[in-house]
């Protein structure tokens, strides 16, 4: 028996600091048919806040260092103000979405990233999650809206990548569903170069992705993405796509489709 659709959307970058263009993007997710999670960052707005009391986020290799300071930061405005207001702008779309964290019904465990070569502070690394709890929801009609904060199941908070929020959630959710995983920004896809809008990489497998890597074509910030993509892959998620906001409502003309 064929196992019923899901479609997993990260929604990221600059879109979400984007008033007209998160509102376009909402009414769409919105009208996308079929059972659907959704899952948002907001770091630029963390950062912004940040900076507005005085904080200096420290950032290395693209990625936050999460002091307490910073991670009282990054949960008011992940699980609280972004959270409910993209929850908010789904409810005026007819669109029953629960604003979540991975605290809310246990649903995303983690750990405190242990310590190599650089202290990421209360950074988490993904351990489970609870897709009985998740399926719960969706067989319920409800839209789980998950936001960038997981915990340790005892007692503390974590930031957690976005990214591999989704990437995980796909893996999970393989199981009882057909998951089809997408990650949108404001780039049209992954780009041969990064100052042309329409060279975008239509078709990467893992092969081609080794040699973009060693050609530095993709680099910086997208590879933890890329990672992310490859590694749901290669754990039964059937099919990840790379694009801009409009990807979900097939108006994106050229996106990204990525394969083993």
Do not use: W
């Not at 009609?141 to 340790?152: G, K, L, M, Q």
């Not at 060279?199 to 997208?222: P, R, W």
């Amino acid at each position: 028996m064929s196992k019923q659709q899901l479609h997993i959307v990260k929604i990221g970058g600059n879109i979400i600091n984007n008033s007209e263009l998160l509102s376009s993007f909402l009414k769409d997710f919105s009208e996308l048919k079929g059972l659907k999670i959704l899952v948002h960052g907001g770091g630029k707005k963390a950062t912004e806040l940040a900076n507005s009391i005085g904080l200096e986020p420290k950032m290395v290799n693209g990625r936050r260092i999460t002091d307490e300071a910073n991670l009282e930061i990054v949960t008011m405005v992940y699980a609280g103000l972004l959270n409910k207001n993209i929850v908010a702008e789904l409810q005026q779309n007819n669109c029953n979405a629960l604003g979540l964290s991975g605290t809310d019904a246990n649903c995303i465990l983690a750990h405190k990233r242990i310590v190599k070569d650089i202290d990421y502070g209360f950074a988490g690394d993904i351990d489970a999650v609870n897709t009985n709890a998740i399926n719960v929801f969706l067989q319920n009609e409800i839209i789980p809206v998950f936001c960038a904060i997981s915990h340790d199941k005892k007692g503390q908070l974590l930031n957690t990548n976005a990214d591999t929020i989704a990437s995980e959630l796909a893996i999970g959710l393989s199981n009882l569903y057909d998951v089809s995983l997408v990650y949108t920004f404001e780039k049209n896809g992954v780009l041969l170069t990064i100052e042309d809008e329409d060279s975008v990489i239509e078709d990467i497998d893992s092969k081609k992705y080794e040699t973009l890597k060693s050609d530095n074509i993709i680099a910086d910030g997208m590879l933890p993405k890329m990672e992310n993509c490859f590694h749901a892959l290669s754990k039964g998620v059937s099919k990840v796509i790379i694009g801009n906001p409009t990807v979900i409502s097939n108006q994106n003309q050229k996106f990204t489709t990525l394969t083993l």
